[in-house]
């Protein structure tokens, strides 16, 4: 069972759920907080962030708007805060992920203030961008 889940939980179809499973338990750092091996599917929780994945090819019910083809999810990232990206990141690297974007510190304007970043994308084993990031807190504009 899962308590208090977040009103919006992303579900990933995965080609091969054991291979994602790995990276996003044993990398990521991802807790499977419940999973249903009759479906192939496994719900994901990392420091609030909920995910789940659940194998393309499986029983379970599909919601494709069109065929799967590598890499998945083109045209979104999903953003998942972290305390210790630099320790996560140095994960990713020695695992040998793809890292589109490399550890970087990211400055946002949101009206007369920046909100700050430390963050890297990472891409799954399925080609989904995950963009892990630290706050870094709020300054002026130009600040």
């Given at each position: 069972?899962?308590?208090?889940?977040?009103?919006?939980?992303?579900?990933?179809?995965?080609?091969?759920?054991?291979?994602?499973?790995?990276?996003?338990?044993?990398?990521?750092?991802?807790?499977?907080?419940?999973?249903?091996?009759?479906?192939?599917?496994?719900?994901?929780?990392?420091?609030?962030?909920?995910?789940?994945?659940?194998?393309?090819?499986?029983?379970?019910?599909?919601?494709?708007?069109?065929?799967?083809?590598?890499?998945?999810?083109?045209?979104?990232?999903?953003?998942?805060?972290?305390?210790?990206?630099?320790?996560?990141?140095?994960?990713?690297?020695?695992?040998?992920?793809?890292?589109?974007?490399?550890?970087?510190?990211?400055?946002?304007?949101?009206?007369?203030?920046?909100?700050?970043?430390?963050?890297?994308?990472?891409?799954?084993p399925d080609g989904y961008l995950l963009?892990?990031?630290?706050?870094?807190?709020?300054?002026?504009?130009?600040?």
């Open positions: 069972m899962i308590d208090d889940p977040p009103p919006l939980i992303p579900e990933l179809d995965v080609a091969d759920l054991a291979r994602s499973l790995a990276v996003y338990v044993s990398v990521l750092g991802f807790t499977c907080a419940l999973t249903r091996p009759e479906e192939r599917f496994a719900y994901l929780i990392r420091e609030g962030a909920h995910l789940m994945l659940e194998e393309a090819a499986g029983p379970g019910r599909r919601f494709h708007a069109a065929p799967l083809e590598f890499p998945s999810g083109r045209g979104m990232n999903l953003q998942i805060e972290v305390s210790d990206v630099d320790t996560l990141y140095a994960a990713v690297l020695r695992a040998g992920l793809t890292v589109p974007i490399p550890l970087e510190e990211r400055w946002y304007r949101q009206g007369a203030t920046e909100a700050g970043n430390r963050q890297f994308v990472v891409a799954d963009r892990f990031f630290a706050d870094l807190g709020r300054r002026p504009v130009g600040g």
